[in-house]
T-cell receptor, first 111, second 114 residues
Framework: GESVGLHLPTLSVQEGDNSIINCAYS??????FIWYKQESGKGPQFIID?????DKRQGQRVTVLLNKTVKHLSLQIAATQPGDSAVYFC??????????FGTGTRLKVLA | DTEVTQTPKHLVMGMTNKKSLKCEQH?????MYWYKQKAKKPPELMFV???????INESVPSRFSPECPNSSLLNLHLHALQPEDSALYLC?????????????FGAGSRLTVL
């Protein structure tokens, strides 16, 4: 389930299930989007990216979907594993250097 | 070398101290960034340097002073900080070209201001 408020939104999934993490962005001029994974005590780690001229991109066990009409991005993780437990952020770019991060979602994988 | 290295990993300082955070990359990236991250929050953009020149300053207080001595190094000088400045400071770098430029992050410097 999800919880909001003072804490990060949290998504809890059973090991082996698929996870879907959502992100909304506000700038319609954003042309490039990145998903990052951040584990406790570490910097954000690149997962997958997508340019605004695409609506879907697949990697190994991950898929990113982009809906520019509603300014929405999602990250799908197939067969979620305990090592996927982390906080996930989307980032969008407007201009050459301005990368802005979304709120973030904590993914908890239940054994 | 595909890493961004940040030092120190942890820093504790008083409000009257002067200290510096350092960042280094050898990937040939010509854009370097400072982000600030508070607990349970996303990274917030502070500064961007491109070709060693300051391109973006997100209205950061002057008690934070960035410096880019060369294309591989980025510093953040700290002076007269407040306790609310305690946070994880992340450095990142990227290429400068049309298209997809992934930000590569370091592990961060965790700053505590007493």
């Amino acid at each position: 389930g999800e919880s909001v408020g003072l804490h990060l939104p949290t998504l809890s999934v059973q090991e082996g299930d698929n996870s879907i993490i959502n992100c909304a962005y506000s700038n319609s001029a954003s042309d490039y989007f990145i998903w990052y994974k951040q584990e406790s005590g570490k910097g954000p780690q690149f997962i997958i990216d997508i340019r605004s001229n695409m609506d879907k991109r697949q990697g190994q066990r991950v898929t990113v979907l982009l809906n520019k009409t509603v300014k929405h991005l999602s990250l799908q993780i197939a067969a979620t594993q305990p090592g996927d437990s982390a906080v996930y952020f989307c980032a969008d770019r407007s201009g050459t250097y301005k990368y802005i991060f979304g709120t973030g979602t904590r993914l908890k994988v239940l054994a | 070398d595909t890493e961004v290295t940040q030092t120190p990993k942890h820093l504790v300082m008083g409000m009257t101290n002067k200290k510096s955070l350092k960042c280094e990359q050898h990937m040939g990236h010509r854009a370097m960034y400072w982000y600030k991250q508070k607990a349970k929050k996303p990274p917030e953009l502070m500064f961007v340097y491109s070709y060693e020149k300051l391109s973006i300053n997100e209205s950061v207080p002057s008690r934070f002073s960035p410096e880019c001595p060369n294309s591989s190094l980025l510093n953040l000088h700290l002076h007269a900080l407040q306790p609310e400045d305690s946070a994880l400071y992340l450095c990142a770098s990227s290429q400068i070209q049309l298209g997809a430029n992934v930000l590569t992050f370091g592990a961060g410097s965790r700053l505590t201001v007493l």
